[in-house]
């Protein structure tokens, strides 16, 4: 048997791989178009493809296919064969360069806000050689960028990709500044950690909410959820286990480095988490193991969901998006030092970190909006809609030395100067974690807790990477050409923290006490995801993506079309779902119920009982009428935009109300006259 270290990469084309099977001159232009971003020429694109072609076919791939992350939020991929036809009948197995760095998939059907008409379908898929290409079920996926004829972006890689190319262009000229001669690029990271539940298929299968929607649409809740915090950490189940060993094994041949397994909090909850990567290698990576959890758990007779809130009562799944910045010679910005000019870099960087997060807190909320994450944001178990950096006592205190011209610390008798005194050595875990902070530093890197578990983490890095590229933009404008370097730079640094210090906050955020300071210190709550959306397309926010060549104005709008339309298509596959429930599943089970009750009305219990489920009845029933006059007012309003806004302030209201009613009647009704698998067999029946 093999080991980990053996069969780990196995179906990966990696630096490991290419450099066994390409000429030496080749794999050097290979390996600098993925270190550098350098463009690979036609000729060496043949031979990589090639042997790309070669590897695969001797692991038993017949085709190959340009994977790629439309803005459906998932992957896609069209599958093509090796094959070409050749003399006598015969066929031999073909791969050229132009197949491997361009593709041709249809357009026309995928989400594009716009920017593709039904009658023009051509798009095209372009090679990201710096993410390796892997074999999937047989096939070679190439990982790739997806763009409309006109070269507009029709996917979530490429801003991604262009803004990982800002914040390179605008960190090397504050490098320069500080004398990193040697550096020649930087790169952003991301550890996302996943939450998911895995329940039952077979009670999965028997609820219609779950199969359409990824979450319950009714449920009350069994005597035990998660009051006993018993879950969380504690012993992983035989079924759980013998699932995350093949999930393991499944994401390590593809190169993936998932290194923590838990339970969570909830019932049912789980998390994997993974040693970080470059940002775009580790959204695809996120891509790839939502993929595989749900395959994996099938074939233990499971479901992996990866909705933001499957049951309400318990606590949803976020993903937490570990993000940190570094140098091609391996150096974290983020980390503080030796020396007081190290420590000088550290405090410019983590300050336009800072300075990114205030200017830019509306569109960090818009990265994380979606219909799912809006049941868990605010919650008490996620961080509150209000977007506030959590930096720890020591590193505040520091920032409030600088920003007073004060000591820092009992023994420091001058006072504290950028780029002349060397900070206190403190350890990554200097300050204490902060859960219900939405974007905590933890000591060589921030913590962006908001995201939901079924984002996918390109979204919310193509902004934090453009705001943070401003910022350093700015930041270089003031100071190159400086006549005194070290004074402008502390002049700079007092400024920021002067003037952005009211997005620091490091006390408890589920505090309605802070939520009331939030509003006085003039930070955003914008607690619903059309609130959020609403200011995508503010005028600063435009101005940020169109300077940095992130988005395009065009681009843009074409976002605000497809986030509001998701939106607003979601809410009513859910209010048809619950709909269709009621009338079909639960309404009738309950009158059959009290049909039999009705037939001996001997006891008080059969009478108090048959009373209360009638009336809860009559109640369900004028709420369901509500909710199909909300429902039909929602999909007659042509608008997406006014649409999105009916279905959050009348359809999901309307949807709580029926949901009460049945939630309540549910727990009066015998268990073989209930219609549906309840939370307590949906949380506790994988054992």
Request: charged fraction near 25%; proline fraction near 4%; charge should be negative.
């Amino acid at each position: 048997m093999k080991t980990v270290a053996e069969y780990f990469g196995e179906n990966v084309f990696n630096e490991n791989v290419m450099k066994a099977r390409l000429p030496k001159e080749t794999f050097k232009a290979a390996k600098n178009t993925i270190d550098n971003g350098k463009r690979l020429d036609p000729a060496a694109a043949a031979v990589v493809a090639n042997a790309m072609k070669e590897w695969a076919i001797e692991k038993g791939a017949t085709h190959y296919t340009h994977w790629f992350q439309p803005m459906t939020g998932i992957t896609a991929e069209k599958h093509d064969s090796f094959i070409s036809p050749s003399a006598g009948g015969s066929v031999i197995m073909e791969f050229s360069g132009k197949e491997l760095i361009q593709g041709e998939p249809d357009a026309s059907s995928f989400p594009s806000g716009g920017l593709r008409a039904t009658f023009e379908a051509r798009g095209y898929t372009a090679w990201d050689p710096t993410s390796y290409a892997f074999i999937k079920d047989g096939v070679l996926c190439i990982p790739t960028a997806f763009c409309s004829y006109g070269g507009e972006a029709l996917d979530k890689k490429t801003p991604l990709l262009r803004s990982m190319e800002a914040v390179n262009r605008q960190a090397m000229r504050i490098l320069k500044l500080f004398g990193n001669e040697n550096v020649t690029s930087v790169k952003t990271t991301v550890g996302p950690e996943q939450e998911y539940f895995l329940v039952d298929k077979a009670d999965f299968d028997k609820r219609k909410d779950l199969i359409y929607t990824g979450r319950t649409l009714f449920g009350a809740m069994p005597p035990k959820g998660q009051e006993l915090e018993d879950h969380y950490f504690g012993v992983i189940k035989p079924r759980v286990q013998a699932f995350m060993k093949d999930l393991n094994e499944e994401l390590w041949k593809l190169g993936i480095l998932a290194k923590t397994e838990h339970n969570e909090v909830a019932p049912a909850q789980h998390e994997l988490a993974p040693i970080f990567a470059t940002t775009n290698i580790a959204a695809d990576h996120n891509q790839l193991t939502m993929e595989i959890m749900q395959k994996i758990a099938k074939k233990h007779g499971l479901v992996c969901l990866l909705h933001e809130k499957p049951f309400d009562g318990v606590n949803g799944s976020g993903k937490h998006n570990n993000w940190s910045i570094s140098t091609n010679t391996g150096v974290n910005l983020l980390e503080p030092g030796d020396t007081p000019y190290e420590n000088a870099q550290f405090l410019l960087f983590l300050c336009a970190v800072i300075k990114a997060v205030d200017d830019y807190q509306d569109l960090l909320r818009i990265s994380v909006a979606s219909a799912g994450n809006d049941h868990r944001l605010g919650a008490n178990e996620a961080p509150p809609a209000v977007i506030s950096v959590f930096l720890g006592n020591e590193l505040t205190e520091i920032l409030e030395a600088i920003e007073n011209d004060t000591p820092y610390g009992t023994k420091e008798k001058e006072l504290m100067k950028v780029g002349v005194h060397i900070l206190p050595k403190f350890p990554k875990d200097a300050t204490d974690r902060n859960r219900t902070s939405p974007f905590a530093f933890t000591g060589n890197k921030f913590e962006f807790r908001m995201l939901g578990s079924s984002a996918s983490v390109s979204g919310s890095n193509t902004v934090l990477n453009t705001a943070v590229a401003e910022e350093l933009k700015q930041f270089a404008d003031a100071l190159e050409g400086a006549s005194d370097f070290n004074g402008a730079l502390h002049d700079l640094i007092h400024k920021v923290i002067k003037e952005h210090k009211r997005i620091i906050f490091n006390g408890n955020g589920y505090d309605d006490a802070w939520i009331a300071e939030a509003e006085k210190r003039g930070l955003s709550n914008l607690k619903t995801t059309p609130d959020a959306l609403a200011h995508w397309l503010d005028e600063k926010n435009v101005a940020l993506f169109t300077s940095h060549k992130v988005f395009s104005e065009a681009e843009m709008h074409s976002r605000n079309e497809i986030l509001f339309e998701a939106y607003e298509k979601l809410i009513k596959i859910e209010a048809r779902t619950m709909v269709d429930m009621a009338y079909h599943d639960l309404l009738p089970g309950i009158s059959k119920y009290v049909r039999y009750l009705d037939k001996d009305l001997t006891s008080d219990f059969e009478k108090n009982i048959s009373s209360q489920l009638s009336q809860l009845m009559n109640k369900a029933y004028a709420a369901l009428l509500e909710l199909e006059a909300k429902l039909e007012k929602a999909v007659n309003e042509a608008d997406t935009i006014k649409c999105a806004f009916i279905c959050k302030d009348e359809v999901i209201p309307a949807m709580a109300e029926l949901r009460k009613y049945i939630d309540d009647a549910e727990k009066l009704t015998a268990k073989e006259y209930w219609a549906v698998p309840t939370y307590g067999e949906l949380l506790f029946d994988v054992r």
